[in-house]
Nanobody, 116 residues
Framework: QVQLVESGGGLVQPGGSLRLSCAAS????????MGWYRQAPGKQRELVAH???????RYADSVKGRFTISREYAKNTLYLQMNSLKPEDTAVYYC??????????WGQGTQVTVSS
């Protein structure tokens, strides 16, 4: 099993920046990919960005050029640097880890609110 704990959410003005962190513990050697998802009120959960063990990254079109996903193996931590934030980025952001033969694990979520 893997435990994921997110932090770094909050209230920010449009155009501002936030960095989300996700600390992983447990069977982290079995992690194949990690990613960030978000869910806005009344909407389905959607992929924001993910990164494979090989460093391949993929982003939702809506965040390309503004968000950057990275993984610091020494600290077992996943990051999401979010710049040029927009009100439509407001959502609960969830950290995800996919383990081969074990499936998906999720964090508890962290709220990001972009508002003036």
């Amino acid at each position: 099993q893997v435990q994921l704990v997110e932090s770094g959410g909050g209230l920010v003005q449009p155009g501002g920046s936030l960095r989300l962190s996700c600390a992983a513990s447990g069977s982290i050697s079995n992690i194949y990919t990690m990613g960030w998802y978000r869910q806005a009120p009344g909407k389905q959960r959607e992929l924001v960005a993910h990164i494979t063990n090989g460093g391949f990254t993929r982003y939702a079109d809506s965040v390309k050029g503004r968000f950057t996903i990275s993984r610091e193996y020494a600290k077992n931590t996943l990051y999401l640097q979010m710049n040029s934030l927009k009100p439509e980025d407001t959502a609960v952001y969830y950290c995800n880890a996919y383990l081969v033969a074990h499936g998906d694990y999720w964090g508890q979520g962290t709220q990001v609110t972009v508002s003036s």
